[in-house]
Nanobody
Framework: QVQLVESGGGLVQPGGSLRLSCATS????????IRWFRQAPGNQRELVAR???????NYAESVKGRFTISRDNAKNTAYLQMNSLKPEDTAVYSC?????????WGQGTQVTVSS
């Protein structure tokens, strides 16, 4: 059974940091492309960051220089380090694992940036 479980969300002040984790099981993590998405109320889902099987990373312009995606293949876990958070980063963050044409999703974790 495929599972992706996000954790690490919460309430943080502007300028603060959070580290999201995506713990996975039920598939071969090392051959999956991992992506982090976010969706704020009333907005479309947005691709935030992506990491390939070889560790190549890509970011949305809005988070470049502030967010870092990484993966630990030994732990079947991916991470999203978020620094210098802004109120506009407030959203539900979800991780996605892509293997060929199959995509698997976690349930999401809420990130709220507010003073």
């Amino acid at each position: 059974q495929v599972q992706l479980v996000e954790s690490g969300g919460g309430l943080v002040q502007p300028g603060g940091s959070l580290r999201l984790s995506c713990a996975t099981s039920g598939f071969i993590f090392i051959i999956s492309v991992i992506r982090w998405f976010r969706q704020a109320p009333g907005n479309q889902r947005e691709l935030v960051a992506r990491i390939s099987t070889g560790g190549i990373t890509n970011y949305a312009e809005s988070v470049k220089g502030r967010f870092t995606i990484s993966r630990d293949n030994a732990k079947n876990t991916a991470y999203l380090q978020m620094n210098s958070l802004k109120p506009e980063d407030t959203a539900v963050y979800s991780c996605n694992a892509l293997i060929n044409v199959n995509a698997y999703w976690g349930q999401g974790t809420q990130v709220t940036v507010s003073s």
